[in-house]
């Protein structure tokens, strides 16, 4: 049974929690349900012409803000098995690519400043490479700080040990 607030590190991997996902999408769907209550209202013709547009920004800026985070924590919610990242011995998978441990030269946590178009960017773990070029995994927002913390230490711990295993610095 795993512990609350403990990510799973069970076969080289890091898991999420699925209810994670499920509460936060659910939380967002409200949030989205009221943006279009927002404009119901404003289509219907009970609003004031002031608070139609106070309704209007707030409901397409809720929209923009909120919706994409909606699609990523359903997409995480559906996608199977919830895995946020693997390793074995030769490489760390990220879903989308596999990274040698050889080419990583060290890992660190990244909380990065919202983007240019204003949508909640999600820590990420950034893995800086020997090629000076790096790599980033974004955790999407699914485990706290304390379980990122304990990933990235996990994560620091096992390139260290390749490291030390195959002699490279």
């Known amino acids: 049974m795993q512990q609350s607030g403990i990510p799973k590190h069970d076969h080289q991997q890091i898991y999420y929690r699925r209810s994670t996902a499920l509460w936060k999408a659910s939380l967002c ?8 209550s927002l404009l119901w209202i404003i289509v219907d013709g009970q609003a004031e012409r002031l608070e139609t547009i106070y309704y209007s ?3 397409v800026l ?11 924590f359903v997409s995480r919610l ?8 693997s390793w074995d011995d030769d490489a760390l998978n990220t879903g989308k690519r596999k990274i040698p441990w050889s080419r990583i030269r060290k890992v660190e946590l990244a909380s990065p400043a919202r983007n240019k178009w204003l949508l909640s960017a999600s820590p990420m773990i950034v893995l800086f490479l020997k090629d000076g070029t ?4 974004q955790t999407d927002h699914l485990l706290s700080k304390k379980e990122l913390n304990q990933a990235v230490t996990l994560l620091q711990e096992t390139l260290h040990d390749q490291q030390q295993d195959h002699g490279l610095s």
């Open 78 to 85: 559906t996608r199977s098995p919830a895995v946020l990242l």
């Open 57 to 59: 920004i707030a409901a």
């Open 134 to 137: 790096r790599s980033h995994i």
């Open 62 to 72: 809720g929209m923009w803000l909120i919706g994409p985070l909606f699609f990523m």
């Open 29 to 36: 769907f409200l949030f989205l349900l009221l943006c279009v």
